[in-house]
């Protein structure tokens, strides 16, 4: 069965800084892989999704991926971080009849 | 983006009570979802649809009940409301998408529902 895990419950960060939200994925086959966020009271927004090619995906408000096979992780990173990218992210894998399966979510936490 | 519209954004309900929450979607998008997800936690799949007359029961089960009657349009029915059943409820849909860039699947704002 497809699976994800993020290791970390919350993330913190200074404004500025470069962020990573760890995400590591287990499939059989391909992995098609997502990060959403969602902030307080809201639904999730998509951010991106690797489906093949380069291994650096480019995202939503400066946000991109890194897809590492070797080590099947899927990490999301950011160069400098703002107070308002603080929410709920989560890693997500592609299922069965394309059904997502999601990780237990990570918050992000960036201190001003 | 999706345009992805749930009603009622927020409910509170007495035990027992029969409840309806509206999705629908102006896409065209074939395959649609519902997750619940309690505060901050992870979301689980409950029912989904790849299309019209296609219903199926997801991940994690759920005494509701939904149904696909017209390809934008899928309500999710709580014939007999309890406590438990208290959660963010989110509807998605999903383009096709292709072989090479895949489908995404977009997610409505949720309805947060408090049965009391």
Redesign the interface.
């Given at each position: 069965a497809q699976s994800v895990a993020q290791p970390e419950d919350q993330v913190n960060v200074a404004e500025g800084n470069p962020l990573t939200v760890k995400c590591t994925y287990s499939v059989s086959g391909n992995p098609?892989l997502?990060w959403?966020v969602q902030y307080p009271?809201?639904?999730?927004?998509?951010l991106l999704?690797y489906?093949?090619g380069d291994n650096l995906v480019k995202g939503s408000y400066g946000f991109e991926a890194e897809f590492n096979k070797s080590q099947t992780s899927f990490h999301l990173k950011k160069p400098s971080a703002l107070v308002s990218d603080s929410a709920?992210y989560?890693c997500a894998v592609?299922g069965g009849?394309?059904?997502?399966?999601?990780?237990?979510?990570t918050?992000l936490l960036v201190s001003p | 983006?999706a345009d992805?519209y749930?009603t009622p954004r927020y409910l509170v309900i007495g035990t027992g009570k029969k409840i309806t929450l509206e999705c629908s979607q102006t896409m065209g998008h074939d395959?649609m979802?519902w997750y619940q997800q309690d505060p901050?936690?992870?979301?689980h799949?409950i029912h989904?649809s790849?299309g019209v007359n296609s219903t199926?029961k997801?991940?994690l089960s759920s005494e509701s009940t939904v149904s696909r009657i017209r390809t934008e349009h899928f309500p999710l029915t709580l014939e007999s409301a309890r406590p438990s059943h208290t959660s963010q409820y989110?509807c998605?849909s999903?383009d096709a998408g292709t072989v090479?860039?895949?489908?995404?699947?977009?997610?409505?704002?949720?309805s947060?529902l408090t049965v009391v």
């Amino acid at each position: 069965a497809q699976s994800v895990a993020q290791p970390e419950d919350q993330v913190n960060v200074a404004e500025g800084n470069p962020l990573t939200v760890k995400c590591t994925y287990s499939v059989s086959g391909n992995p098609y892989l997502f990060w959403y966020v969602q902030y307080p009271n809201r639904g999730l927004q998509f951010l991106l999704k690797y489906i093949t090619g380069d291994n650096l995906v480019k995202g939503s408000y400066g946000f991109e991926a890194e897809f590492n096979k070797s080590q099947t992780s899927f990490h999301l990173k950011k160069p400098s971080a703002l107070v308002s990218d603080s929410a709920l992210y989560f890693c997500a894998v592609r299922g069965g009849f394309q059904k997502l399966v999601f990780g237990t979510g990570t918050r992000l936490l960036v201190s001003p | 983006e999706a345009d992805i519209y749930q009603t009622p954004r927020y409910l509170v309900i007495g035990t027992g009570k029969k409840i309806t929450l509206e999705c629908s979607q102006t896409m065209g998008h074939d395959k649609m979802y519902w997750y619940q997800q309690d505060p901050g936690m992870e979301l689980h799949l409950i029912h989904y649809s790849y299309g019209v007359n296609s219903t199926e029961k997801g991940d994690l089960s759920s005494e509701s009940t939904v149904s696909r009657i017209r390809t934008e349009h899928f309500p999710l029915t709580l014939e007999s409301a309890r406590p438990s059943h208290t959660s963010q409820y989110l509807c998605a849909s999903s383009d096709a998408g292709t072989v090479v860039s895949g489908n995404t699947i977009y997610f409505g704002e949720g309805s947060w529902l408090t049965v009391v």
